[in-house]
């Protein structure tokens, strides 16, 4: 009972236990052939049984599973378009995903989600641009407004963008994909972020 009275603790000692989701690891680790090994398995409904009793973790509990429902209730939000989930890796100054395929002229819907410690955001490109892009982002380092242009440039090269993330944010864009198949390249804008921190939306 020593967490009873402390809700935020307890979320914070069991948020990162809590789910599948949470404890996906990524994609290169994976292929790793001892990953079993390290691989932890969400919080048990055994556990939450055994300590039933214990306000705080009670508590979390029943958020835990209204936020699951209201998950469910938002799929039919995503109805005739195309759903993408991409995240950053925490620690790790790069995303969870390095290629999204989607069809040409569709309607997508990307659900960005920040788990690492520094903000982040998704700015999609024209195709070859990456240079250009992530080098005006660059040069807004120095612009008293660059925050609160998310550190996006306004150059022709620039399709779509998140603004920043911050640390366990989660923000969606609604677009419409290019009507012409190619390999449009998605950086982070944050200065230098963009060197390495990238992937490839791929039109077909």
Not at 10 to 28: D, I, R, W
Not at 101 to 114: D, E, T
Not at 117 to 134: D, L, Q, R, Y
């Amino acid at each position: 009972n020593f967490l009873s009275n402390e809700p935020e603790k307890a979320k914070l000692l069991l948020q990162p236990l809590s789910s599948e989701e949470v404890l996906t690891m990524p994609g290169y680790f994976k292929k790793d052939p001892d990953a079993a090994i390290y691989t932890r398995k969400p919080l048990s409904d055994k556990f939450y049984d055994d300590l039933a009793d214990v306000k705080a973790v009670a508590d979390f509990r029943k958020a835990l599973n209204a936020e699951s429902a209201l998950n469910e209730s938002e799929v039919d939000d995503f109805k005739g378009r195309t759903l993408i989930q991409l995240s950053t890796v925490s620690s790790k100054m790069a995303y969870d995903k390095l290629v999204i395929n989607i069809k040409a002229g569709s309607l997508v819907s990307l659900v960005f989600k920040n788990p690492d410690e520094m903000p982040h955001n998704v700015v999609i490109t024209k195709p070859g641009s990456i240079e250009i892009v992530g080098k005006a982002a660059d040069a807004m380092a120095g612009m008293k407004d660059a925050y609160a242009k998310n550190f996006v440039p306004a150059i022709p090269e620039v399709l779509y963008s998140t603004p920043l993330v911050a640390t366990g944010g989660t923000f969606r864009l609604d677009f419409k994909a290019p009507g012409k198949p190619g390999e449009y390249p998605f950086i982070c804008t944050f200065p230098g972020h963009w060197r390495i921190m990238k992937g490839l939306m791929k039109v077909n």
